[in-house]
Every structure is written in C-alpha cells, then in structure tokens.
C-alpha cells in the first residue's frame, strides 16, 4: 500500500458510532501485543487464535486480514515492529531456516494502544514504558505532567491521546513519535483550549469562589 492509513478509531459512514472490521481487527491485534509478553503468543497465528476466540470466530475466518493488517498497514506505519524469530521444525525448508516472525509494539505503537477506550486499567502502565523506551527526551517537564495528570485527571489525558492518534490516523500530523508538548499542540483542536481556559480560570480563584464552582460541574458532570 502506498499510503497506509491506522484505522483504529474508524466507523461506517452511516453509523458512526459503530467501528468498521478493519477497526475492530486493528485494536485487537494492537491490544493484544501490549497486553503479551510470551513470544509464541505474538505470532500471525497467534494474534489470530486470540482474537477469533474474543470474536467467537475461527482463527482462519480472520487471518488473512490480520495478515493484511500487520504487513500492509501496522509495520509500514511504523505501530508494529519485528520482535524475532522462532524456530521450527515442519513445513518449507527456507521457513525453518528464517523461522517465524514474532512482533511487538513500537513507541508509537504504545501511544496508539494508550489511546484505546478498552485499555482504560492498562493506560498508566502504558504510559510508563512509553516514556521509559523515551529516556533520551528531553521535554522532562512534559513528560512529567502526562504522569502526574493521568493520576489526578485520567480521562483527560485518555481525551489528549485519543485526539493526538485520530489526527495521525487521518493525515492532521504525519508522526506519532516525538511525542512532546509541540506535536500535541499541532494535533488538538479547540476543545483543549477550553479545557486551559477554564483550568486558567479555576487557578485564579480566591478559595472563597472555588467551592461553588466545584459544586457546580459535579452537578452537570
């Protein structure tokens, strides 16, 4: 494919609440490698026996398009990477001696798996060895702040994530990785500045005023 495209947050045209097969599929290969760590389970098959029985399906009902998926779309976008290979003992003589690929998440993988709704228990987690394959950055402040707000205000952060993988997936920034205040910046929409706004807001405050203000967003929250 010339210009693969993430599809993990697409949805039908006329339901757009509802993600599309290709989604669907993409999420939970995504998923899956962030939640494994045996490489025998990280393989095609694998990835295919896991998401049929999460799917109710057979494993080769959907391994052509996990297939399709990982080469043609998540290891050219630089989501997936090779992670080795196993040795095996039947089948073609030149696949016994390349042995079979096994795969991981990337850097930008992990922002794309933090960004899912399903990986809500898992975000921080996440979040935490993405920055520790991120050692070398050097905006330590906003690496900082991800981690101190994915304590106190959780769904914001999810928000940020979701937004900054949607507008890699539809063309808005041509990079997941770096990661910094900068491409969060150039991702995010008006939304965020709402958000700046009101917590601006709230700072100035006398403590007199706050309570008031708290009590009114618990009641339309």
């Known amino acids: 494919m010339p210009n693969p495209q993430l599809s993990v947050f697409q ?8 993600l599309t097969g290709e989604a669907i ?9 962030a939640l494994e760590t045996i490489p025998t389970k ?17 494993w080769q009902n959907i391994y052509s398009g996990i297939f399709r998926d990982l080469d043609e779309i998540l290891l050219p976008l630089k989501i997936v990477e090779e992670a080795g290979r196993l040795p095996i003992k039947r089948g073609p003589k030149a ?26 228990e898992e975000r921080e987690k996440i979040i935490e060895h993405f920055f520790e394959k991120n ?51 150039d991702a995010l929409d008006e939304s965020i500045i709402i958000q700046r706004e009101l917590l601006e807001g709230f700072a100035s405050l006398a403590n007199s005023d706050k309570e008031p203000i708290i009590n009114f967003l618990k009641s339309v929250g």
């Open 11 to 18: 949805t039908f045209k006329t339901k757009s609440k509802e």
């Open 25 to 33: 599929r993409q999420r939970g290969i995504v998923m899956h490698l």
């Open 42 to 58: 990280k393989t095609r098959t694998a990835i295919a026996h896991k998401l049929a029985e999460r799917n109710g399906t057979t």
């Open 95 to 120: 696949l016994q001696e390349e042995g079979v690929p096994y795969y991981q998440l990337t850097e930008g993988g992990l922002l794309v798996a933090a960004s899912l709704e399903e990986m809500e």
């Open 135 to 185: 050692s070398n950055s050097k905006d330590k402040d906003f690496k900082k702040s991800i981690l101190i707000l994915l304590n106190v205000a959780p769904i914001f952060i999810s928000s940020i994530l979701r937004k900054y993988v949607e507008a890699y997936s539809i063309g808005k920034i041509d990079h997941l990785i770096p990661f910094d205040a900068n491409s969060v910046k």
